[in-house]
């Protein structure tokens, strides 16, 4: 509106004082056109350019400058229907002892807070000390749960400011630890809870939630929350601590996210025995009274957020694909236990490669044994494929570089009982080489050059395991990518020390660096946050309907190639957890080109998807609040 304004005064003056004279009968704009530079910097030079086309369709240039003119550092204010204690306890706006004066008058507030005005980066400074001094992490993630629920601009500034050390307490390994406490440590409500008492109520219970807008949900059965099992509506906690990761790593709005539970029941004879377990207790439904209620609020998201992702999260294998192959081509969606770890890992070999050779030309002959093989491991296996076939190979040709390893050892042939979703894994038996094979045979006979985990069994990787593929390896890569950190097929400190500090090691969970005869070596977090956030800020911000393996595989590799030459000289196959933004960023940028291409985007192509994407993520600061009563500011 001032630029506006400007540009109206502008011609003005100029019809003014031409008007009549010689100047404006040669000279009289048919057109003026007026760019305004505005200054990158707080003191610079403006430059104002207006363009005039005469008469004679020649065009005359003005140019005006102003020196030294400060950039304002104004900022758009929020409208709040609340006044008062209601404003206070708000999360979403609450600024604690952030108010500034004008504020405490106008919001009713002074009086209600402290008297001095403190910043938002002397919150997050005594919020670090406060952090600090709690005890274990489980205490840790309370206190930062409890931040959340009463100021989340704080909660999210001081998550950005120290993501290196705090996603492991807001997420994995500690939310783990937290989703099994969910039920003592429950303080307040937080996101929606879908049930079979809410058959044929969802269409209407869905409007309870107050935002108008939902761009991402994140929702779980709870029925395999990690590598712990069915935990029921417990696992609210992954839905809540993924959408955290969405806000701090891709700069989703947090106005604009919702964790979603459906109750279906839980088969954890401890839960239905506990006085305090928060769901309804009784058997998991199953069959197709599971699937028409997940079907229910699939269609009550899609009748009032048609545009908002979902992201299926932890349900157990049975049903993860399922729903997966039904709703991917009809809703925005995608299951992250699948097709983002599954991408994660892609980068992972992708940048393993390029540490062992410089290249990533050999993917096609690397060998894997893949211990795991339910829904996660299939999508790891998956993606793996599906870079093998960029690479050259057909998909027949690509499967036969894998053996899969289930519970029982060896998925062979003559197995009954497979998957569709199995059965093109399966090996052709020989008589030293069947079904059911165990570990350790498995690796002395196929002598793989990759050995990845996801088995959700802890210890799994042993000594003799780890030996036995070093003996044939000059650099192996070992992922143990189960969580929790209890869970992990092996240790890094035993990856690194059974193959005599040869591996390449990425882990599920964050462990400490590890110093083996003398020198240090890094084991990687695989860490899904590298993926789905951009995944799903780059899906959002273009439109497109539907997310596609594609995209997947454009994220994967621009994951890899944000991981720099001195991690992997170091053995890092994972950029540093503190450039998640950044990595974002590049991610999404992935995911848009690519959606583009296979003329997905249903909107208008932009010149510079960098800063299209940049400009669009949440940044926390605090803002100038005005209250609304619903018809004109007060």
């Not at 209601?86 to 600024?95: G, I, V």
């Not at 992702?309 to 932890?314: I, N, P, W």
Request: with cysteine; hydrophobic share 40%; aromatic share 8%.
């Amino acid at each position: 509106r001032p630029y506006h304004k400007m540009l109206s005064l502008r011609r003005a003056v100029l019809g003014r004082l031409c008007s009549g004279s010689r100047f404006h009968r040669a000279f009289c704009t048919t057109n003026i056109e007026t760019t305004l530079l505005v200054p990158q910097s707080s003191t610079t030079t403006t430059t104002t350019t207006t363009i005039i086309t005469n008469n004679d369709n020649t065009k005359t240039v003005v140019q005006s400058e102003a020196q030294n003119i400060p950039a304002s550092d104004w900022s758009k204010p929020l409208f709040v229907h609340k006044l008062g204690v209601d404003l206070s306890r708000a999360p979403l706006y609450n600024k604690g002892t952030g108010y500034s004066n004008s504020e405490r008058d106008r919001l009713r507030l002074r009086g209600l807070v402290p008297p001095r005005a403190i910043s938002l980066e002397d919150q997050v400074v005594r919020i670090m000390q406060r952090y600090r001094a709690a005890g274990n992490d489980i205490q840790k993630n309370a206190f930062l749960n409890s931040l959340q629920d009463r100021n989340e601009t704080l909660f999210y500034k001081f998550l950005i400011d120290n993501i290196k050390e705090l996603a492991p307490v807001i997420y994995t390994p500690t939310v783990g630890k937290a989703a099994i406490h969910f039920g003592q440590q429950y303080r307040r409500a937080r996101g929606m809870y879908f049930s079979s008492l809410d058959r044929g109520e969802m269409g209407s219970m869905i409007y309870n939630w107050p935002e108008e807008r939902v761009d991402v949900i994140v929702v779980t059965d709870g029925s395999r929350i990690l590598g712990l099992g069915d935990l029921g509506v417990h696992g609210m906690a992954i839905p809540i601590g993924k959408l955290c990761l969405y806000v701090a790593g891709a700069g989703i709005h947090p106005q604009h996210v919702l964790p979603v539970t459906i109750d279906a029941g839980t088969n954890n004879p401890q839960l239905l025995k506990d006085p305090l377990y928060l769901g309804l207790q009784h058997k998991r439904i199953t069959g197709m009274e599971y699937y028409t209620l997940i079907d229910e609020f699939m269609h009550a998201v899609r009748q009032r957020w048609p545009n908002a992702l979902v992201q299926f999260e932890d349900f157990e294998n049975a049903n993860a694909l399922p729903l997966l192959e039904k709703y991917r081509y009809s809703q925005l969606c995608f299951n992250d236990d699948i097709q983002g770890t599954g991408a994660v890992a892609l980068a992972g070999i992708l940048s393993a490669l390029r540490a062992k050779s410089g290249t990533i030309d050999d993917f096609k002959n690397e060998r894997f044994v893949v211990v795991g093989a339910g829904s996660a491991g299939l999508g790891v296996v998956k993606s793996l494929v599906t870079g093998m076939m960029y690479g050259g190979l057909t998909e027949e040709e690509a499967r036969r570089n894998f053996w899969l390893i289930d519970k029982d050892g060896l998925l062979g042939m003559g197995r009954s009982g497979l998957t569709p979703a199995q059965v093109p894994y399966a090996r052709q038996e020989r008589h030293s080489f069947k079904d059911k094979t165990n570990l350790l045979d498995t690796i002395k006979e196929v002598k793989p050059t990759v050995l990845l985990g996801l088995s959700g069994i802890g210890g799994v990787f042993t000594e003799q395991v780890l030996r036995e593929m070093a003996r044939h390896v000059e650099r192996p890569v070992v992922f143990p990518m189960s969580n929790p950190d209890t869970n992990s097929e092996c240790t890094a400190q035993e990856a690194f020390e059974y193959t005599d500090g040869k591996a390449i090691v990425a882990t599920g969970s964050p462990f400490q660096p590890v110093t083996y005869k003398g020198q240090q070596f890094i084991a990687s977090q695989s860490n899904n946050m590298f993926i789905y956030p951009g995944v799903g800020l780059g899906a959002l911000l273009c439109k497109t309907p539907i997310i596609t393996d594609s995209m997947f595989y454009a994220a994967a590799k621009a994951l890899a190639s944000f991981v720099s030459e001195s991690e992997l000289a170091q053995g890092q196959v994972y950029p540093d957890i503190s450039n998640i933004r950044k990595v974002s960023t590049a991610v999404a940028v992935a995911v848009i080109k690519t959606a583009f291409e296979e003329g997905l985007a249903t909107i208008k192509r932009p010149h510079d998807l960098h800063e299209f994407v940049t400009s669009n993520m949440y940044v926390p600061k605090y803002v100038p609040l005005i209250y609304s009563n619903g018809n004109n500011p007060v």
